[in-house]
């Protein structure tokens, strides 16, 4: 072979692919593990969406709708938008792409935060645009100098909000104060993979916005609440020029029929979804409660997720609460060499999360 691969291809780092549980479990020789890593939905998914799924099984023979006629229709009802005003993608990390598709050419530059999604900067360096990264100040988005660093090749802009890793949120008044002051030219894409999470009083509405003259993209995702990670369901929910843009690049059945179906009765599933925000307040509280005690400091958080700074390597305390059947993230790569990010689980798994960690910790320490 003789390729030619661009140098920015070159340096992409492909995303690590985690090793799955059954091997993990094979190799260190345990069982039973839980895996409170990856902001997944502890409850499993939603009995309705297994149930509809199930049925729609005999189907599979056909392409599945290209238009997600029925979710559009129902989730802009519910939202309150138009149907035309929503794109589906394949997890809404396909919409991050299609965004980075249709706005960023060659040398155009998109602006996030760093620590934050790591998509966002694989998707620009993807297309040959340059990503202009701002680290976030006490844990939050920079917005004054995200602001500064807006100049006339800016065509996106990534707020994760709340922030994965951190969990922190910024208010309406920062969100709006910041928006009056983002060139016309520029689309802010706001990420709300967590929105169920954060308090009412807290949370910003990307539907507010939609009519403002400066763009502003809400991403939602059925990942995290809606509990249905494994089928790759998520949408853009924007002014629908912006759609039109998206629609032109994205693949005609970027949303399989199983993802649209289990989608749909997810989002019907009330009761899942209460139950989802419950178990995920109390089991917070729990673990901020219990993790403190052992003399680790719990960041507060606004999501299913935390932080909390062990003080130790974080990698080696994660090698370590794996022997014990609990996966964990350990945040060296995101800059944080002494912290861990936890996913609320159930309150038995949080039990055992909590036990593991006391072990752990007075090895190490006494190590
Ligand atoms: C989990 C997560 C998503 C969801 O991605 P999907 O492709 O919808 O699974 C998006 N943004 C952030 C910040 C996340 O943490």
Excluded at 29 to 51: C, F, H, R, T, Y
Excluded at 66 to 83: E, I, M, Q, T
Excluded at 203 to 230: E, H, M, P
Aim: proline share 5%; hydrophobic share 40%; net charge negative.
């Amino acid at each position: 072979m003789k390729l030619s691969v661009s140098d920015n291809i070159k340096k992409l780092i492909p995303y690590p692919p985690g090793k799955p549980l059954k091997e993990l479990e094979r190799e260190y020789g345990i069982s039973d593990s839980i895996k409170m890593a990856s902001n997944e939905n502890s409850l499993g998914p939603s009995p309705k969406a297994v149930q509809a799924i199930t049925q729609a099984l005999a189907n599979l023979h056909r392409y599945p709708d290209g238009s997600c006629y029925y979710l559009a229709a129902s989730l802009a009802d519910r939202l309150g938008v138009k149907a035309d005003e929503l794109v589906f993608g394949n997890g809404s990390n396909e919409i991050i792409e299609l965004l980075v598709g249709a706005f960023v050419s060659p040398g155009d530059e998109v602006i996030s935060s760093q620590p934050s999604f790591l998509v966002y900067q694989t998707m620009v360096q993807a297309q040959n645009g340059i990503n202009r990264v701002v680290p976030l100040k006490d844990m939050r988005h920079d917005l004054d100098t995200i602001l500064a660093d807006i100049n006339d090749r800016t065509r996106l802009i990534f707020l994760d909000n709340p922030n994965n890793p951190t969990g922190t949120v910024f208010n309406r008044k920062e969100f709006e104060s910041f928006l009056s002051r983002v060139p016309e030219t520029v689309i802010v894409v706001l990420d709300e993979a967590y929105v169920d999470f954060v308090d009412p009083s807290l949370q910003l509405d990307v539907r507010d916005y939609l009519g403002n003259n400066t763009a502003v993209v809400g991403l939602r995702t059925f990942s995290k609440a809606y509990g249905i990670a494994g089928l790759r369901v998520g949408y853009g929910i924007m002014n629908a020029e912006i759609a039109d843009y998206l629609h032109r690049v994205r693949q005609p059945f970027n949303v399989n029929e199983l993802a649209q179906v289990g989608a749909l009765a997810s989002l019907n599933d009330e009761d899942f979804y209460q139950k989802t925000l419950s178990m995920t307040r109390d089991g917070i509280s729990w673990l901020t409660t219990e993790i403190s005690k052992l003399g680790c400091k719990v960041f507060p958080t606004h999501t299913n997720f935390f932080l909390v700074d062990v003080g130790l390597d974080a990698k080696l305390l994660y090698n370590k609460m794996l022997t014990r059947g609990v996966i964990v993230r350990a945040m060296n790569a995101y800059g944080y060499p002494f912290f861990i990010r936890i996913t609320v689980g159930l309150p038995t798994e949080n039990e055992r999360l909590v036990k593991a960690l006391a072990e752990t910790l007075e090895e190490m320490r006494n190590g």
